[in-house]
């Protein structure tokens, strides 16, 4: 396990916040690493040699950079609390504002939020930006480890 440590830590450009994987990455962003004994997500294999623990749980970049191999900018997560942590808008979004939707009828926005497994609705906007705040609201009600939307407050 030394000598697997001393390759992964060569790999690191240590800085004051983020410390980056310079290594193989993922096109999402996300490093690679060998561990001797099978491929592994980088950030999965640093936070596994700060706590001895190997992790089965999902790991959350608090600074939302998916290179970052920083312990203190990693946490051990369920799949819900990874998820309520998501930053901005999904790829694919037309409106901008994460869980903000068009719809059929020209010059409404719909908004919901996700939570437990559940759709809420959250009603019907005439524009975008009103919609994107009624759901950023409701996130920050209802979610633990919404951090995105906290330090966006």
């Known amino acids: 396990m030394r ?3 001393e390759r992964f830590w060569a ?6 916040g983020c410390w980056l994987w310079t290594a193989a990455c993922t096109r999402t962003g996300y490093g690679h690493f060998w561990n ?3 491929m592994q997500q980088a950030h999965r294999f640093s936070i ?10 999902h790991v959350d970049h608090t600074c939302h950079t998916p290179a970052c ?8 997560v369920s799949r819900k609390q990874n998820m309520e942590n998501r930053r901005g808008a999904n790829a694919t979004n ?3 504002f994460r869980g903000v939707s068009k719809t059929n009828t020209p010059g409404l926005w ?3 939020v996700c939570h437990n497994g559940k759709q809420i609705h959250l009603g019907y906007f005439t524009d975008a930006e009103a919609a994107g705040e009624a759901a ?15 330090n966006a407050a």
Do not use: C, I, M, Y
Not at 11 to 16: A, G, I
Not at 48 to 57: C, K, N, Q
């Open 3 to 5: 000598a697997a440590e």
């Open 11 to 16: 790999k690191v450009n240590k800085t004051e």
């Open 36 to 38: 001797g004994e099978k």
């Open 48 to 57: 596994e040699l700060v706590t001895g623990v190997a992790t089965a749980e």
């Open 69 to 76: 191999v920083n312990p203190s900018h990693l946490r051990r």
């Open 94 to 96: 037309k409106s901008g």
């Open 110 to 112: 719909q908004a919901t």
């Open 136 to 150: 950023k609201s409701k996130r920050l009600e209802l979610f633990t480890h919404n951090d995105a939307d906290k």
